[in-house]
């Protein structure tokens, strides 16, 4: 069953996820074993600014291939058959790009684009439709991944999860699930769509409740080993060193300064996707509006800032002027 391309998943007892990944040549990957727990954190740390250019650069594309229309109806002569021709050459140059650097990301965009865009029909409309669709599914994990850390800050905060209305989207959802019999029967699910495999991903994430706590160094996202209060997380940080390691020599440096620049990044991050989604979508433009190019600009920076505190490159006054904005 695994010839069909796509992520193969299955979750062993302890909470380990195996997953083989079957790419456009038939290749099946063995990707590293991970969590469910490491999955998510590690998804909500993603920073997808050049992605997000290429989407802006697409999206302008298809605002370009739009014609005037001096007769005849709109439907029939709406977009430009040679710029959305042009348009499809850049998806497949992203796909391929993707595929390269991140077979994960790229295949299940592949796949998406595949499932999600029909047959040409010849007509105008589909031209209309199709350009839409693209530019939906292209958007479609940085906005998934603005609902995702808005769970995490909700979760750190004591929040409770509003599944009704704002997180809807992880109540309810269906999955392809494939069962083996070889003297057991063993059960996988295939996706062909990240937006699939991290809702899969994220309603396991919520149903095991986690603590979800921000790390005092190094101001990131993890989730404690025992029940025990922990302050600090086990990433490397700096000097082949962890944050667990590195933490209590900066403490007494720098304790107040230190907590200020964690904090402000911490709160600025959520000040801002708050901006975007309140934008909506690019046609939305206010004053106060932002893009996600604009989102993840500012995110490059203000981690680059951090890190540089951290490091003990940039003091914490240089650090906080680039992280906040008004």
Request: one cysteine or more; aromatic letters at 10%; charged letters at 30%.
């Amino acid at each position: 069953m695994q010839n069909i391309c796509g992520l193969y998943v299955e979750i062993n007892k302890g909470g380990t996820i195996k997953r083989n990944l079957t790419v456009k040549s038939g290749e099946t990957i063995k990707l590293e074993r991970t969590t469910v727990n490491d999955e998510i954190i590690a998804f909500s740390e993603l920073n997808f600014k050049y992605y997000a250019e290429l989407l802006e650069h697409i999206e302008n594309m298809c605002e370009d291939s739009y014609v005037e229309v001096t007769d005849g109806d709109f439907g029939e002569a709406g977009i430009d058959v040679d710029a959305y021709a042009e348009i499809l050459k850049t998806v497949h140059k992203l796909i391929e790009a993707l595929e390269e650097s991140n077979p994960l990301h790229g295949t299940l965009l592949r796949t998406l684009l595949e499932d999600q865009i029909p047959p040409d029909d010849g007509s105008a409309m589909y031209l209309i439709n199709s350009e839409a669709k693209i530019t939906d599914c292209l958007s479609s994990v940085m906005r998934l991944q603005f609902l995702i850390n808005d769970i995490l800050y909700d979760l750190r905060s004591g929040a409770s999860l509003d599944m009704e209305q704002k997180y809807s989207i992880f109540k309810t959802a269906e999955f392809t699930q494939i069962q083996i019999l070889d003297k057991r029967i063993t059960s996988q699910y295939r996706f062909r769509s990240l937006i699939d495999y991290y809702i899969f991903l994220m309603m396991r994430f919520i149903e095991n409740q986690p603590s979800v706590t921000l790390c005092q160094c190094c101001g990131k996202y993890f989730i404690p080993k025992t029940k025990r209060t922990t302050l600090y997380c086990d990433r490397i940080i700096r000097d082949n060193k962890t944050c667990k390691q590195i933490a209590p020599v900066l403490k007494h440096k720098r304790d107040a300064a230190q907590d200020s620049v964690i904090q402000t990044f911490d709160r600025t991050k959520k000040k801002m996707y708050k901006r975007f989604e309140r934008t909506n979508d690019f046609s939305n433009a206010t004053a106060n509006s932002l893009s996600l190019t604009q989102y993840y600009d500012w995110l490059s920076r203000a981690e680059r800032a951090r890190k540089a505190y951290l490091a003990g490159r940039m003091s914490a006054e240089e650090a906080l002027e680039i992280i906040t904005v008004e």
